[in-house]
């Protein structure tokens, strides 16, 4: 019996460039089968959104299918004009994009931009249009559907706004659903949702689903099987477990391996990046595409191109030495030693080089009120950072992770004086940094730099690399003037890149190249603390981890003490020696990053814990889904600020009333960890671990 | 870290070199053919009021210095112009174009090719100064008002938006019959109506630019607004304010006409471009209607030169981003 819905037979993709046609996607085949989830993952640059777009021919003018078939329900779909293919699809294939609010029309009320899919595509009233609608809504769990119908895009939040996307795409009932990074531009305890939602509807509606990311983890929950890409080839295709256990092609393993797994950190273990990066379309090795970063290249991969062939029956893969490159065997390079030794000194003094106490940054919030023209109004104020106190300790890294709107930018924005702080006190050794950088001496301004998240514009893209690095120099005369050269050469030595990189343009960089220089400019005025905000997410996994890896280097060589923000609890475990959870300006919880990611655990913690995608389908974590929005920090909840969304409430008599009344208790779970939470220490111990994971085969 | 410090010392690479530098921005020119065209047309008129005469790039100096002619070395002869601007020919006036005066001549029987010839040297020095200068005061009203927000902001673009209130015409005209008709005081005119708008432009670029991570770190290290505004952010909104600047310019070229047109341009006997229509108008219905035709023609053709380089060098840039 034939259950393929779609059959993607040796496609070839193209898109015509100045510089003639340039081969986007090669002869990928595979098939999706109904009720069937088929995940694709690759680098970013390796043809996979092109192959979606492709598969329901909206790649634009310059774009076309220039080889093999696409045969969608027993129908090819190559070749055939615009209508033709509007006819034969019908409304049985229907797509997800990354960002929700690109796809909703901001003018229409949600109802309408529903119901409209409904009655132009068939011969449905409009009432009962909307009736469908409110039930489709109701299916992919959102609240109070039939009001929903009634607000616009911008008044819902951004996780709500996927899950009507989610829904608008599946109430034709399609046969097919294409994802293409659902859940990127989502939170995690969102983004946790949406897969649960994506989990369900393959269930509930038996439909094939494409979906497409650079998240392992997020491949690793949903799928079936999983297919790999790399530089527009499909290079290994099999079930999810089987991906996972026992990858066969070098480049899935170096995936794979340069993923830090959520429970390791840097004592001890070390993360694995591949060598290079991916080739462009126009810039193709001769032999196997993978094989100037392959660790297994041999002659034989130089001088032909490998087919896709089957190792199994569900298992093919792109390489001639599949056989015999066993990931358990894999060793690594011998530079790549565990930066940090495990010994750790047990009676090392502890310097304590940054303290902040009640810390607190109110933005001004433009009231839009009348009285608030001529100044009458009432002031608000939101409350980004609200009573925060912890310390750093020199040498060390503390990470910050929270949800998007947490405060923890501003956190760090304060701390460089980027913003000035509304109350509370913030000391830098000894000396007082409430005030913005502006009025601070530059002997301190110098102490304290810091590295940015966009790759893209922590770079002036009119300066050379070298006129950037120097400016630092100059500025707090580090050198003498005739050694500045040198010593960018030096800087960008230590941040592994080549001197040739000196008279570089920004333009003619990588992102990771980019966030390389970024680190070699903050590094340039010898500080003591380097604040890094969201340094490696906007990364591809192979680049992060050499970043990752890049500022444990240099943290172990110049002691520089580092405040490390991001959004992964995976990378935060792994660089991190304190973690502080944040939620709505406050901390949460805050400990050693070990003690963090063991019970007791805040009740927020627990959360983001069950959330995070872990790149292991056979990890078993328990499911804690976090209900409703995160609330508005205008004016945050009253008594303890998560108890609107807290599922832990239950364990306090009556129903935890005292969580909307009072301020929760920092409750000391010993050695500094400490919980902000009203349920005794005791109950909090006696919740089990949220994460499972089975014995790991793969120690190295 | 494994540097040793003995690489301390450093080798001169061999960057990319100013020419390939100058050959890559040539490029993004050259590739678009609507540019190119535009530019051919502003070439014209640019070659013609370099040689003119022959005062700078005088031919007769070189061959002077060949032979030894001191004669020749003194004696300025008109090159391109052919004859002086204000040369009466007796008994030529009111001619149409001919061998001899290739474009005609005008009621006083002054050669019209002459005048054009002469005029673009008037036209082609102070519209581009008078863009420039107001380039770097509402530049930099823009880029304060975009960096520094609030207050500054306020003051200063309400201050510009009640400048721009008034149309432009109007401006030019009070501020030229308050100052009376000169040189200096069309520059002012065209200074004083230009900079609001070029504030607006600039004050916006700003406004992306300086939320960019960058800036962050030009403060982060203390950098005063002055570095911030002129080193980091200006050179990044360069695009679109060289665009804007090429369009300003043309019409600057416009109101340089239309004032010398009002009578309030350049004072006569000067070949201002603007004057000799408004002189050639009224032999229009006396079948001589050569004066008007060419002046209004060079304008045009110097406009629309400079509109279709911004176009293709606007529609380049896009592309590239």
């Known amino acids: 019996m034939d259950r393929a819905v779609i059959k993607i037979q040796n496609v070839g993709i193209s898109y015509e460039t100045r510089y003639g046609d340039v081969l986007a996607v090669k002869d990928v085949s595979f098939d999706i089968h109904r009720g069937e989830t088929v995940g694709v993952v690759g680098e970013s640059g390796c043809g996979k959104s092109t192959l979606a777009y492709g598969m329901v021919n909206y790649l634009g003018r310059n774009g076309k299918i220039s080889k093999g078939d696409i045969i969608f329900q027993g129908q090819s779909l190559v070749g055939r004009s615009a209508e033709e293919l509007r006819q034969l699809r019908g409304n049985q294939i229907s797509m997800v994009y990354q960002d929700p609010m690109t796809s909703l029309n901001p003018v229409l009320r949600i109802g309408e931009q529903m119901s409209e899919v409904l009655t132009v595509h068939r011969d449905i009233e409009e009432t009962e249009a909307r009736r469908r609608c409110a039930d489709m809504l109701a299916k992919v769990n959102m609240p109070d559907p039939v009001k929903v119908l009634e607000r616009y895009p911008h008044q819902i939040s951004g996780g709500q706004q996927q899950r009507v996307v989610i829904a608008m795409a599946m109430l034709n009932n399609p046969a097919l659903l294409i994802m293409d990074e659902p859940t990127t531009a989502l939170d995690v305890t969102v983004e946790a949702t949406a897969l649960d939602l994506v989990n369900q509807l393959r269930r509930d509606f038996d439909t094939a689903i494409l979906l497409i990311s650079h998240n392992m983890g997020v491949i690793a929950r949903v799928s079936d099987r999983v297919g790999v890409m790399y530089a527009g080839e499909l290079v290994e295709m099999a079930a999810v477990e089987e991906i996972f256990a026992n990858p066969r092609h070098p480049y899935t393993q170096g995936l794979i391996r340069c993923l830090p797994k959520l429970g390791r950190s840097k004592q001890g273990s070390v993360l694995y990046p591949i060598r290079g990066r991916v080739p462009s379309p126009a810039n193709l090795p001769p032999g196997c595409l993978y094989e100037p970063r392959c660790d297994y290249a041999r002659d034989a991969c130089r001088q032909e191109r490998p087919e896709l062939r089957y190792l199994n029956k569900d298992h093919t893969t792109r390489c001639f030495f599949s056989e015999e490159i066993n990931p358990a065997e894999w060793t690594p390079p011998p530079d790549l030693a565990p930066i940090v030794d495990e010994a750790e000194d047990a009676d090392e003094v502890v310097d304590t080089i940054l303290t902040a106490t009640h810390l607190q940054t109110y933005y001004r919030h433009p009231s839009s009120s009348l009285l608030s023209i001529i100044g009458l109004g009432k002031k608000e104020y939101v409350k980004a950072v609200d009573d925060i106190s912890f310390d750093v300790v020199k040498g060390k890294t503390l990470g910050v992770v929270g949800e998007s709107g947490c405060g923890k930018s501003t956190l760090i924005k304060t701390i460089i004086g980027l913003e000035a702080k509304t109350g509370g006190d913030a000391e830098f050794m000894g000396f007082d940094i409430g005030n913005k950088v502006k009025k601070r001496d530059l002997n301190l301004i110098r102490e304290l730099q810091m590295v940015f998240q966009n790759p893209d514009s922590t770079m002036n893209p009119t300066y050379t690399v070298g006129k950037q690095i120097e400016r630092p120099l100059r500025r707090f005369k580090i050198v003498p003037k005739d050694q500045i050269r040198g010593e960018v050469v030096r800087l960008l030595q230590a941040v592994k890149l080549d001197e040739y990189y000196y008279d570089r343009l920004p333009r003619q960089l990588s992102g990771g190249e980019k966030q390389r220089i970024g680190i070699a400019r903050a590094l340039a005025g010898r500080p003591d603390l380097v604040l890094c905000d969201e340094p490696v997410s906007a990364l591809d996994v192979s680049v992060q981890a050499a970043v990752v890896n890049l500022l444990l280097e240099i943290q172990k060589n110049f002691g520089t003490t580092m405040m490390f923000i991001a959004h992964d609890l995976s990378v935060v475990r792994f660089i991190s020696d304190y973690i502080a959870v944040m939620y709505l300006g406050q901390i949460a919880e805050i400990g050693a990053a070990e003690a963090i990611y063991q019970p007791p655990y805040h009740p927020y913690t627990e959360a983001l814990l069950s959330a995070v995608p872990i790149p292991d389908p056979t990890a078993e974590q328990k499911r804690i889904r976090l209900e409703g929005n995160v609330p508005s920090p205008l004016n945050p909840p009253s008594g303890c600020r998560f108890h609107t969304r807290c599922p832990r409430r239950e364990l306090l008599p009556d129903g935890g009333q005292i969580c909307e009344m009072e301020i929760p208790p920092w409750r000391d779970a010993g050695n500094g960890h400490r919980i902000f939470c009203h349920v005794p220490l005791e109950e909090l111990e006696k919740i089990e671990p949220v994460i499972h994971a089975p014995v790991s085969t793969e120690e190295a | ?321």
């Open chain 2, 1 to 321: 870290m494994t540097v040793a410090e003995g690489t301390a010392g450093p080798k001169i690479s061999s960057g990319p070199s100013r020419w390939d530098k100058t050959k890559e921005s040539l490029q993004i020119f050259t590739s678009s053919r609507v540019a190119v065209f535009g530019f051919v047309l502003v070439f014209f008129w640019v070659v013609v009021a370099i040689f003119a005469d022959d005062c700078t790039f005088r031919p007769n100096l070189w061959i002077s210095c060949v032979t030894g002619d001191r004669a020749a070395y003194d004696q300025t002869t008109p090159w391109l112009g052919r004859y002086s601007p204000l040369e009466q020919f007796r008994g030529d006036n009111l001619q149409g174009p001919s061998a001899k005066h290739w474009l005609g001549t005008d009621r006083q029987g002054r050669d019209l090719w002459a005048r054009l010839a002469y005029g673009s040297r008037i036209i082609l020095l102070l519209s581009p100064t008078s863009v420039f200068i107001a380039l770097l005061t509402g530049g930099t009203l823009g880029v304060v008002a975009g960096y520094y927000g609030g207050l500054i902001d306020e003051i200063t673009m309400r201050a510009l938006d009640g400048l721009m209130a008034f149309p432009q015409i109007l401006l030019y005209l009070v501020i030229i019959a308050a100052l009376g008709p000169s040189i200096t005081n069309i520059i002012i005119a065209i200074v004083i109506a230009g900079a609001p708008g070029i504030a607006r432009l600039v004050r916006s670029l700003t406004l992306d630019i300086k939320t960019r991570d960058f800036v962050a770190a030009a403060e982060t290290r203390g950098e005063s607004g002055w570095y911030i505004m002129f080193v980091e952010i200006l050179p990044n909104a360069r695009g679109p304010i060289i665009i804007d600047a090429m369009l300003r310019v043309g019409y600057a070229i416009f109101a340089i006409g239309t004032l010398g047109f009002l009578g309030l341009g350049i004072p006569p006997p000067s070949p201002d471009w603007g004057s000799i229509v408004n002189q050639g108008r009224s032999f229009i219905q006396a079948g001589h209607p050569w004066d008007a035709l060419w002046a209004s023609l060079a304008i045009a053709m110097l406009v629309v030169g400079l509109n279709l380089m911004a176009d293709g060098l606007n529609e380049e840039l896009q592309r590239y981003r």
